[in-house]
């Protein structure tokens, strides 16, 4: 996959701007303030119609503006397409070769981006919520059928948690909505932790190679696993058992005590929790390592390579780490990197690259 050209219109700090950039390596420089991260996150939100920074979307828009406009033209499956979201103080609306699209199923996917940033690092020590986000996100550019079963879960987990308010205020147990949307939530849940499972699965064996290759230590073994809430036997049965279980409780509380939302990633090394066990440096490898995992199994699955983006990362890796992941760049993976100076990055990809200097949301020569 290839971005091409990227044209933003009252975007962050970018007025107007249309952009070309090389198929290979394109190196972001300047100060901080300027707009590098925010041609990252562009690119990013044209892949899965999402910031990585923010969820509100006001904030992307630039002051004193109603609307922002994202569009890139980009090569997916040998097949040029163009790209838009169009931000709104109040909507959001997606299109594809100017054609509006409805269902967000049928947008991710078109661009698959990796996109590497600073807080990544933090993934392995993180709550919950982070890498529940990290599979979710992930998984998604890949199962269409993931994003749209998901998306109605979340629909329907907010709907039962606004019933179970209605049910505490009237003082009762249960009743035949609730049941209803159990139902639904165990029947969906079933195909969404299969999904989870083997994509967890996948990564984690891909994990476990890479993470020996950089580290260079056949003794250190990193296993990922889901932790689900179920703990017997995955079936819309025993997921539906658990909710009648739970009836009193959430109504009490007026929230869903169990489902996918609740779930965990877990990371390990040798057997233990790497959030407790593993170095800092071990903890900052395994992350390294997930990233490119991630790109190999995205390959796999679409049998084409995904844009990657580095955000300011490669000041925060040491030597080994820093040229290790510049190896793997010369892979033929079109990559985007910000920082504020190429004197410290001392590898042949800064020859070939294209360098892109950026001053107060504009390209300057």
Partial sequence: MIVKSLSLSNFRNYNRLFIEFNQDINILIGDNGQGKTNLIEAIYLLSVGKSFKTHIIKQMIMFDYDFAKVKGEVISNNKKRYLEIILGNDFKRAKIDDQDIYKISEYVGLLNVVVFI???????????????????????????????????????????????????????????????LDEQLAKLQVELIKKRIKFINKLGEKVKLIYQMISKKDDEIIDLCYLCFLKNEINYENILSMYKKNHQRDIRYMQ????????????????????????????????????????ELIKDEIGEYPVLLLDDVLSELDETRKN??????????????????IDGINHQIVEKAKKIYIKS???VA
Avoid at 324 to 341: E, G, H
Wanted: charged share 25%; hydrophobic share 40%; net charge positive.
């Fill in 324 to 341: 290790m992941l510049l190896d793997i760049l010369n892979q033929k993976i079109q990559t985007f990197i910000t920082t504020t100076s």
């Fill in 256 to 295: 869903t005590h169990i489902g996918i939302h609740k779930d965990d990633l877990g990371i390990y090394m040798n057997g233990n929790i790497a959030d407790l066990f593993a170095s800092q440096g071990q903890q900052r490898t395994i992350v390294l390592a997930m990233k490119v995992a991630l790109i």
């Fill in 118 to 180: 600073p807080d990544d690092l933090y993934l392995v020590k993180g709550g919950p919520r982070n890498r529940r986000r990290f599979v979710d996100v992930e998984l998604s550019k890949i199962s269409p059928i993931y994003v749209f079963n998901l998306s109605k879960y979340n629909n329907l987990l907010k709907e039962r948690n606004k019933y179970l308010k209605v049910l505490n205020k009237k003082n009762m147990n249960s009743d035949e909505y609730l049941e209803v």
């Fill in 361 to 363: 949301g504009k390209e």
